[in-house]
């Protein structure tokens, strides 16, 4: 084990021995000798079956078989979720013919950051997380359940189901993925055609035809932003099925998987003779495994907040100096748009998370020793699904890459660092990824420019306002507590055309910029943010910041202490509309982002780090 890896491991399951300890007591407590569903009495029973067809009903009188509950992110206007509408039935059958019986035991909502960009409504975004938790808990509340299937794909949903799994840690899950669609316009060209009509170039028909040759068809976007991370991440926790993430939707080989999947988690449960409870799995050494494999492979910033939250749901303390630390030791193996020209099919045809397992173990970048759903060990997630006679089978993955432009092994990277870091000084603390951006661009000082909404510096670009001009753009009022930390990507473009014009730009914000962060370097998720009287609140036009992305800093040229906050996050009538009205109580109680930007105190909070998680009203 590499020392670092060794280190930052220990120094987590010290932080958190206490509320992992409290967190295992009560999921073992929870643990069912039988059927959960044993325990309810007749009428509560009766209600839980009424809609059963006859077979369905005798087998949930009985005590024999384990109920499965399926909790989908089902919508047809999704692309990635779209293939689930068929997956119930199918895992209802797989699952019976695994010896057990399944319900689909509830919804949770699924929205598209990609949809919203740019709208009010990205202003619910990250709060769907937490909403998505809430919407899986009561789903499995009905202790009618001896294990679960969870199917998600994208952004918050699959954090926010995980999230909501674990306060049910006693049950055996299994997340079941959807795979990407098929490769269409390459993310260069879409990128290149974007930033064309950022400049007036080509009209919005281009534009337009150009994003609809991308986003093509049913299945998971193939860049790899933080739907694509996610479903790297859930093999790394081995809470897939091997090989499982990147099969094309629509596929026999899909389709098999998806039927091994329900048969697999009827053997998980306590009826079925492999027990392995979903908290089990997730313990300090599989958020480490998870951590070193999102830095590897250059995956999305959102993961920055979505493992810690992932991570204390479980009893586990992360916190971004573990992150960073790692980032230093972890070599980039991967280059997937943005991080390069490639997308997540061409990663999958080079040796995908197989061969990037492989190579993490033979580093010592990775704990080996670690609970999955199809095992202990995290080498089964070096092998690939095959199909033979119509049922799926593992065998090796690559051992070599095939693609040595889009993936390397861990004593040939593309680079000796995840690149991602932690940022701190004057402003307080964020993160830059630095993956897709040059080593000439990850330094820049200059003025600040201070916008309190994005589409002001939308506007100033427009106008011309930043032509020939070096700036720091402080986009500020865009944190948790504001307006729920909105992705920014419509600024990436705009700023994309001033540094190919030779113009020294940067970003900082107390927003986000997600798995989509190009090349320009962007210093975002920065805490305290401004709503909550954070530096950031107290910055004026023309001091000057410095972004050092090597030195690990961001500091500003101005004594910030003496004066008073300007501008602010909106209130009152200027949340009317877009829902956002409703969700009121998110932006009083939301924590920090380097606490997980969750509205849910951390297990245990009052134990991890002397502190609480929250709880603070926007100024």
């Known amino acids: 084990m590499h020392p670092t890896v060794r280190a930052v491991t220990d120094r987590i399951?010290?932080?958190?021995?206490?509320?992992?300890?409290?967190?295992?007591?009560?999921?073992?407590?929870?643990?069912?000798?039988?059927?959960?569903?044993?325990?309810?009495?007749?009428?509560?029973?009766?209600?839980?079956?009424?809609?059963?067809?006859?077979?369905?009903?005798?087998?949930?009188?009985?005590?024999?078989?384990?109920?499965?509950?399926?909790?989908?992110?089902?919508?047809?206007?999704?692309?990635?979720?779209?293939?689930?509408?068929?997956?119930?039935?199918?895992?209802?059958?797989?699952?019976?013919?695994?010896?057990?019986?399944?319900?689909?035991?509830?919804?949770?909502?699924?929205?598209?950051?990609?949809?919203?960009?740019?709208?009010?409504?990205?202003?619910?975004?990250?709060?769907?997380?937490?909403?998505?938790?809430?919407?899986?808990?009561?789903?499995?509340?009905?202790?009618?359940?001896?294990?679960?299937?969870?199917?998600?794909?994208?952004?918050?949903?699959?954090?926010?189901?995980?999230?909501?799994?674990?306060?049910?840690?006693?049950?055996?899950?299994?997340?079941?993925?959807a795979g990407p669609m098929p490769s269409g316009l390459p993310n260069g060209e879409k990128a290149r055609v974007r930033q064309l009509h950022a400049e007036g170039k080509v009209g919005r028909e281009d534009l337009l035809a150009a994003e609809a040759a991308s986003y093509h068809s049913a299945g998971t976007c193939t860049f790899y932003g933080t739907a694509n991370s996610n479903q790297l991440l859930m093999e790394v926790l081995g809470l897939h099925l091997p090989g499982s993430a990147f099969v094309n939707p629509g596929t026999p080989l899909r389709e098999a998987l998806t039927e091994a999947a329900g048969r697999r988690v009827t053997e998980l449960t306590s009826l079925g003779g492999d027990p392995t409870p979903v908290g089990e799995v997730v313990d300090e050494r599989a958020v480490v495994n998870a951590c070193v494999a999102l830095l590897a492979s250059g995956g999305s910033t959102n993961h920055t907040m979505h493992l810690v939250a992932i991570a204390r749901a479980a009893g586990v303390h992360l916190t971004w100096q573990d992150l960073s630390d790692l980032s230093a030791v972890v070599p980039s193996l991967a280059r997937v748009y943005p991080n390069g020209s490639a997308d997540i099919n061409h990663f999958h045809a080079a040796g995908g998370v197989a061969f990037l397992v492989h190579t993490l173990l033979r580093a010592g970048l990775v704990h080996d020793d670690v609970l999955t759903v199809a095992g202990r060990g995290l080498w089964r997630y070096t092998t690939e699904p095959r199909l033979a006679g119509g049922e799926v089978t593992w065998e090796e993955g690559a051992k070599t890459s095939l693609d040595l432009d889009v993936l390397r092994p861990a004593d040939a990277p593309f680079a000796p660092d995840g690149g991602l870091k932690v940022l701190t000084g004057g402003l307080g603390t964020s993160v830059v990824k630095t993956s897709a951006v040059r080593p000439e661009h990850r330094t820049v000082a200059a003025p600040a420019i201070v916008f309190d909404d994005q589409a002001d510096f939308l506007a100033a670009f427009a106008a011309g306002e930043l032509d020939g001009r070096d700036f720091v753009a402080v986009i500020r009022y865009q944190g948790p507590a504001?307006?729920?930390?909105?992705?920014?990507?419509?600024?990436?473009?705009?700023?994309?055309?001033?540094?190919?014009?030779?113009?020294?730009?940067?970003?900082?914000?107390?927003?986000?910029?997600?798995?989509?962060?190009?090349?320009?370097?962007?210093?975002?998720?920065?805490?305290?943010?401004?709503?909550?009287?954070?530096?950031?609140?107290?910055?004026?036009?023309?001091?000057?910041?410095?972004?050092?992305?090597?030195?690990?800093?961001?500091?500003?040229?101005?004594?910030?202490?003496?004066?008073?906050?300007?501008?602010?996050?909106?209130?009152?009538?200027?949340?009317?509309?877009?829902?956002?009205?409703?969700?009121?109580?998110?932006?009083?109680t939301v924590g920090p982002a380097d606490a997980g930007a969750s509205v849910f105190p951390a297990y245990g909070a009052s134990d991890l780090d002397g502190r609480e998680v929250r709880l603070v009203q926007p100024v």
């Open 13 to 177: 399951v010290e932080r958190s021995a206490t509320s992992r300890a409290a967190y295992l007591r009560r999921i073992r407590a929870a643990a069912d000798r039988g059927p959960a569903r044993s325990r309810l009495a007749c009428a509560n029973l009766a209600h839980g079956f009424a809609a059963s067809d006859e077979p369905g009903k005798q087998a949930l009188r009985g005590r024999t078989k384990p109920n499965v509950a399926i909790v989908t992110s089902y919508n047809d206007m999704l692309s990635a979720h779209q293939p689930f509408e068929t997956y119930p039935r199918q895992l209802k059958r797989a699952v019976i013919g695994g010896g057990g019986i399944a319900q689909v035991a509830g919804g949770v909502p699924a929205m598209c950051d990609g949809i919203t960009q740019g709208r009010d409504g990205m202003q619910l975004s990250l709060y769907s997380r937490d909403v998505i938790a809430m919407s899986t808990a009561i789903a499995l509340s009905h202790d009618m359940f001896d294990g679960a299937l969870m199917l998600g794909v994208c952004d918050k949903i699959v954090p926010g189901l995980l999230i909501g799994a674990l306060s049910f840690g006693h049950l055996p899950t299994i997340f079941v993925p």
């Open 482 to 588: 504001a307006n729920g930390m909105p992705e920014l990507h419509k600024l990436t473009p705009a700023l994309g055309v001033l540094q190919d014009r030779g113009q020294r730009v940067a970003v900082v914000t107390d927003g986000r910029m997600s798995g989509a962060s190009g090349k320009v370097p962007a210093a975002i998720h920065l805490t305290p943010e401004a709503a909550v009287g954070g530096p950031l609140s107290r910055v004026r036009d023309g001091d000057r910041i410095t972004l050092d992305a090597g030195s690990g800093t961001l500091e500003i040229d101005a004594d910030l202490a003496s004066r008073e906050p300007t501008g602010g996050a909106l209130q009152g009538e200027g949340w009317s509309g877009t829902g956002r009205e409703l969700f009121a109580a998110f932006r009083a």
